[in-house]
């Protein structure tokens, strides 16, 4: 074997480790990073099921003032 290519295949090797090696560091930190933008928006962000709790309490209190206005309107009328 030529001394160029005993010393040009090691270096071949580890630069195609240290490509991989990059890739995969940048991959892997994506995912933390995506791991905390899921984690902030459970903290931030209510559940679909909240979410219709709350309309179903809002639409009670709006038929609530709805009754109490047609009992004035009738009162007064």
Same mark, same amino acid.
């Given at each position: 074997m030529p001394?160029?290519?005993s010393v040009f295949i090691p270096t071949i090797c580890a !630069?195609?480790?240290g490509i991989i090696g990059f890739f995969l560091k940048r991959s892997f930190? &994506?995912?933390?990073?995506?791991?905390?933008? !899921?984690g902030k928006i459970k903290?931030?962000?209510i559940t679909k099921d909240?979410?219709? &709790?709350?309309q179903s309490k809002i639409e009670r209190s709006i038929k609530d003032v709805m009754s109490l206005?047609?009992?004035i309107?009738?009162?007064?009328?």
């Open positions: 001394q160029w290519l !630069v195609i480790i930190d &994506r995912i933390d990073r995506l791991e905390d933008i !899921v903290e931030d962000y909240d979410f219709f &709790r709350e206005l047609i009992e309107k009738g009162k007064v009328g």
